[in-house]
């Protein structure tokens, strides 16, 4: 016979809080509370008591309920948000939401910022962060739109030597920061774009410190530059390293790094750059960095399929090659063929003569055969796409006998 039964008599307490933490939206944890509290008496006094309802902190909730969530999550871990969109104005400054949070500073578990307009002072806003022990950290996430006028500061982030014992996940965009280390990390991700103060000397001490690193992505640094102390760095081998990707950075830079790194594991790598006229191998695809390839071959997959883009960006030619798990993407002033041999050329040097790469071809407006007799062996094109105009001499060259073959 089925009876009426209260779910408070059903469950514990301490079930029914942790189902309510499943139920809480970090985005939203305020409203999710507010409607917990309104179910009943019991409910409200449980999600009041609960130290792990209100671990997510974030600024929008406002100053007053801010204080609330730092005492009612008593000594529990806390992950806290900062958003100030450019769209919506926030209830507080960023340097206000660091001040409060900052007395918990040994709490800290995750912090995130996203800020549009950015503190006058970005190291004093952040001096929480950077003098006090974070010792519990495991996520750092600062991203920002740049320098304003009238802002100073920077954000000088050391690692190493019982600083950030357990920060694993560093993600830095657009901010005036800086990021070393000096002793073994526990990291295992690390984005950093658009970050002018890092130098290649630090990117290098990251690699050497973080032997359990397994993203690594490097854009738009602009303060990378080659310098002859980087080439008495010894091999890095990173065997949990499956992701590298190095984008619109100096090709020597992106040479002297993929020089010196050993992936063995590597699932995917990107590289986009800009290569000087007239194009020259020796700047990135040669030996020292061949090993990318081997690695590849040694893993016993599929051979790869060759993806070649051809276009025309801001008055020079832009090509891409994807080999597999490797993304080549280049941007040459002049003479794309040339920069085409040179890819295929590293790439084939490395190749098993015994063995055909299937490629696949796109071009916007067919640019010549030289771009297709590019593709001798151990190349075969299997699939051809050509975006042209009708003014284009393309019937021509379609009947060209390189084009004619049973393949």
Not at 297 to 319: H, I, S, T
Request: hydrophobic share 40%.
């Amino acid at each position: 016979m089925p009876t009426n039964r209260n779910i408070n008599d059903v469950l514990p307490g301490e079930l029914l809080c942790q189902i309510f933490q499943l139920y809480l939206d970090p985005q939203h944890a305020k409203r999710d509370r507010c409607r917990l509290s309104l179910v009943c008496r019991l409910w409200c006094q449980w999600v009041e008591d609960s130290a792990m309802l209100w671990t997510n902190i974030t600024a929008p909730d406002g100053l007053d309920y801010l204080s609330k969530s730092f005492r009612n999550s008593k000594e529990a871990p806390l992950d806290l948000a900062y958003t100030g969109e450019s769209w919506r104005v926030c209830s507080m400054s960023v340097e206000r939401f660091l001040q409060e949070a900052g007395p918990h500073v040994a709490r800290w578990r995750s912090l995130s910022v996203f800020t549009f307009v950015g503190p006058s002072n970005w190291e004093q806003a952040f001096e929480a962060l950077l003098n006090l022990s974070a010792s519990q950290l495991e996520m750092l996430k600062i991203v920002g739109r740049g320098v304003g006028w009238g802002q100073i500061g920077i954000i000088s982030i050391t690692i190493g030597d019982r600083s950030f014992p357990n920060l694993t996940d560093v993600f830095l965009v657009d901010v005036p920061a800086s990021l070393r280390t000096t002793s073994c990390t526990a990291l295992r991700s690390c984005i950093l774009d658009r970050i002018p103060r890092m130098s290649l000397r630090d990117v290098v001490g990251i690699l050497e410190n973080s032997p359990h690193l397994e993203g690594l992505s490097v854009k738009r640094c602009t303060g990378l530059k080659m310098a002859s102390e980087i080439w008495s760095v010894h091999t890095i081998m990173l065997d949990m390293l499956v992701d590298i990707r190095l984008q619109d950075l100096d090709p020597l830079v992106i040479h002297a790094i993929l020089s010196i790194i050993r992936a063995p594991n590597c699932d995917n790598i990107a590289i986009r750059c800009a290569i000087p006229d007239p194009p020259s191998p020796s700047i990135l695809f040669n030996p020292s960095v061949g090993h990318l390839l081997l690695f590849f071959g040694q893993k016993g997959l599929e051979r790869p399929l060759f993806e070649v883009l051809l276009d025309e960006d801001e008055g020079g030619e832009y090509l891409w090659v994807d080999v597999g798990y490797i993304s080549i993407d280049v941007r040459v002033d002049t003479n794309g063929l040339a920069e085409l041999h040179n890819i295929l050329g590293w790439i084939g040097s490395y190749s098993d003569p015994q063995n055909i790469y299937p490629v696949s071809l796109e071009f916007y407006d067919f640019p010549g055969l030289g771009y297709l007799e590019a593709f001798a062996p151990p190349f075969n094109v299997k699939c051809l796409k050509i975006y042209a105009s009708g003014e284009s001499p393309l019937l021509e060259h379609l009947s060209h006998p390189r084009l004619q073959g049973p393949s």
